[in-house]
């Protein structure tokens, strides 16, 4: 009889370590699934912006362009766009930069130059004739409630009309970027 039970004991402990086994297993390739999809959102994420802002470098035809010039933002979180300037006159100019977010006050668009504080005006840049000025403007979110807003950038100092662009910004949840 002893031998029996003995028999007994160690195929139930056979199956017990074999069924914390198998959950392991699960959880970890549950856990490993997880973050491969969050990598693949990411770099999707990352490659598409890449995109958008290489494609834009052949696009400049105006004083200001704003590159890409639509984003999404999440909300307490922060984006940055690229801001050309770009002097298709003939003589040298010398231009300042200046960036808004109009009535919205939980959204704040500035120029990082030095330090955590946002600028809201920066130059004044001289540009000789055919010179362009790459800048990047960061369009951050105060937690404030979805909406879709805009960021105003004006280029004073010439006459040129194309010197004012808005960056349409869309303020999302977090689980809406990942898709």
Do not use: H
Request: hydrophobic residues 40%.
């Amino acid at each position: 009889m002893l031998t029996k039970r003995g028999a007994i004991e160690m195929s139930m402990t056979t199956i017990i370590v074999i069924v914390i086994g198998v959950v392991l297993l699960i959880l970890g390739l549950t856990w490993v699934r997880g973050i491969f999809s969050d990598v693949s959102g990411i770099s999707d994420d990352a490659f598409g912006r890449a995109k958008d802002i290489i494609s834009g470098i052949e696009d400049v035809s105006s004083l200001l362009t704003i590159i890409p010039d639509e984003i999404e933002v999440g909300q307490g979180k922060d984006e940055v766009v690229k801001v050309i300037i770009a002097n298709f006159e003939d003589a040298p100019i010398s231009v300042s930069v200046t960036a808004s977010s109009g009535p919205d006050t939980k959204l704040k668009c500035g120029f990082l130059l030095g330090g955590d504080q946002l600028k809201a005006s920066i130059g004044p840049y001289a540009l000789d004739s055919g010179d362009q000025k790459s800048i990047a403007l960061i369009i951050k979110d105060n937690k404030g409630s979805l909406r879709r807003t805009s960021c105003n950038v004006k280029v004073t100092g010439t006459n040129d009309p194309s010197g004012e662009q808005d960056v349409l910004v869309r303020v999302v949840k977090e689980k809406e970027l990942l898709k």
